[in-house]
């Protein structure tokens, strides 16, 4: 069994931050459970760019405000809390952050190994290491 305390990841290598958000990534791929678990904070009046070209991604919003737009089709949607968003589709997206921080639960598949941040086009790399056989 794995019992872990976000307190125990605030201030560690598994707490990524950017100019845009925070990320506590909680379960990682070397925990071995086949996804990645993060509590993710983004910031007010930001705007990133993402596109998981890698990695399939669940949200749910849990507090605060902000909103997502599909490059693709250019809709737009409110998060806010209790709304779960799923890129089922490799998303290109827009994520911003509202008038208050957004903070969301995020599950990562593959998982993430802790130290992604996006790239220039909003990926994060696939990272392959001795885990990827055993999972």
């Known amino acids: 069994m794995i019992v872990k305390n976000l307190k125990d990841v605030i201030g560690t290598k598994d707490e990524i ?4 958000w925070v990320s506590r990534r909680v379960l990682l791929k070397k925990d071995g ?12 009046g930001t705007e990133t760019h993402i596109h998981y070209q890698n990695h399939l ?4 919003c849990i507090e605060g405000d902000g909103e997502i737009e599909t490059i693709a089709d250019g809709k ?12 089922n589709e490799h ?10 921080p957004l903070r969301v639960i995020c599950v990562f ?27």
């Open 57 to 60: 991604e669940a949200v749910w």
């Open 33 to 44: 459970m086949g996804f990645s678990f993060h509590e993710t904070t983004i910031f007010p």
């Open 76 to 87: 737009k949607y409110a998060l806010g809390p209790g709304v779960v968003y799923a890129l």
């Open 109 to 135: 598949n593959p998982p993430l190994t802790g130290n992604e941040v996006h790239n220039e086009e909003g990926v994060y790399p696939l990272v392959h290491d001795e885990l990827s056989s055993t999972i």
């Open 91 to 100: 998303d290109e997206h827009w994520l911003r952050g509202g008038k208050e």
């Open 17 to 20: 931050r950017t100019d845009n």
